[in-house]
């Protein structure tokens, strides 16, 4: 008899902005305790997940090579995870994943988590799992604090190390220009930056969260742009210098405001209507201040499958290269 083999599933899943990132104190697992704003960009990585002879990673598109294909690669551990929890690790050597990437590597949009957000959503419907979203998303914290969020998407307040999510209603679509820098910057670097600033100082910290919910509620882009804020950019910008001449030029571009986005180095634009962002975007990219310029908008739905490798491609968003 023929064995039957699944067809392939592909999954969207968006990458994040903070619109706020407050940070805490440094718990006894050695993560901060935050409080968080996450909004889900249309700046997305697309993910296969199929039933494969040869077991493991591949990855396309933007930062590719300095994306691990070993167990290092979150989609990866995402697999092993989900084969434990349902008691299938012997059968992962029979699954394939594929990225193919467009957010970028070590950028502070969370792709990595995205990829493994994902690859949860992805096997699952493989497996035929049909497993609750609250149930992948245990899965997903112990990947990574920002992993939940990708499986969610839209707006959410996150606590704890990030990973305790309540949606929060945004009215609206807001639009946004994103500057990618040369490299990237590890995550645990900024934090461990921000940590030696608040010994050596008192760097400035973000207020309540209160006043971006209510913004978020109202739709006003004008609003949301005087709130904005990141404990986490003077220590992206102690490591990047170059950081601080990005953000002006943006917001010199006619960007409403700017912030750098999580751990950074990407630097994030809100604008006052897709046009505006479209015009920012390409003075940005003559600016000369970072390697790439995308337009996006959010908040937009997390993980979701797509359909099969030959579904049809919705087209991605403009983009404008530096
Ligand atoms: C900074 C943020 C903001 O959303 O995102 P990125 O900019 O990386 O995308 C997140 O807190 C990153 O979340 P994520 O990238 O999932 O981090 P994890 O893998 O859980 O942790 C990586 C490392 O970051 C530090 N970490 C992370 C989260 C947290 N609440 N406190 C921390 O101190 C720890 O050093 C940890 O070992
Ligand atoms: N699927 C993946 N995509 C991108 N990076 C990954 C992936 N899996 C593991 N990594 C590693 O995680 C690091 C952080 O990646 P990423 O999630 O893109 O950035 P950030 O934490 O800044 O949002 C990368 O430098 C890379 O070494």
């Known amino acids: 008899m023929l064995a039957v083999v699944p067809p392939p599933v592909t999954v969207r899943v968006p990458s994040k902005v903070n619109l706020h990132l407050s940070v805490g104190d440094v718990r006894d697992d050695g993560f901060h305790e935050l409080t968080t704003i ?6 997305t990585d697309e993910v296969t997940v199929a039933a494969a002879e040869e077991p493991g990673v591949e990855v396309f598109g933007e930062g590719a090579k300095s994306v691990p294909t070993d167990e290092g690669n979150l989609a990866w551990r995402a697999v092993r995870a989900l084969a434990e929890h349902v008691d299938r690790a012997e059968d992962i050597d029979k699954v394939g994943v594929v990225l193919r990437k467009g957010i970028p590597v070590a950028g502070g949009m969370a792709g ?6 994902a690859t949860l959503v992805g096997l699952s419907s493989l497996w035929k799992l049909d497993l609750a979203r609250d149930e992948l998303a245990q899965i997903a914290a112990t990947l990574g604090s920002d992993v939940p969020f990708a499986l969610y998407g839209g707006t959410a307040l996150g606590t704890g190390r990030g990973e305790e999510l309540v949606p929060v209603l945004s009215r609206h679509t807001f639009h946004w220009v994103l500057a990618f820098d040369q490299r990237g910057l590890s995550t645990p670097r900024v934090y461990g930056e921000l940590d030696r600033l608040r010994a050596d100082g008192d760097p400035p910290r973000v207020g309540s969260h209160a006043p971006v919910v ?3 509620a109202s739709g006003d882009p004008k609003q949301l742009a005087l709130l904005l804020g990141n404990d986490l950019q003077a220590a992206a910008v102690s490591l990047r210098p170059g950081l601080r001449r ?5 917001v010199n571009a006619g960007a409403l405001a700017g912030t750098v986005s999580g751990s950074g180095p990407t630097c994030a634009f809100l604008c006052e209507s897709a046009d505006a962002a479209l015009e920012v975007a390409a ?3 003559g600016a000369g201040v970072c390697r790439t310029v995308r337009v996006a908008h959010g908040p937009v739905p997390g993980a979701r499958v797509v359909g099969g490798d030959d ?3 919705h087209p991605t968003p403009p983009q ?3």
Do not use: I, N, Y
């Open 283 to 285: 003075e940005l990219a």
């Open 246 to 250: 990005t953000l002006r030029a943006g």
């Open 214 to 216: 209510e913004a978020l």
């Open 112 to 117: 990595g988590s995205a990829d493994a957000a």
């Open 38 to 43: 996450f909004q889900a960009l249309s700046l």
């Open 311 to 313: 579904a049809p491609r």
């Open 320 to 322: 404008v290269h530096a």
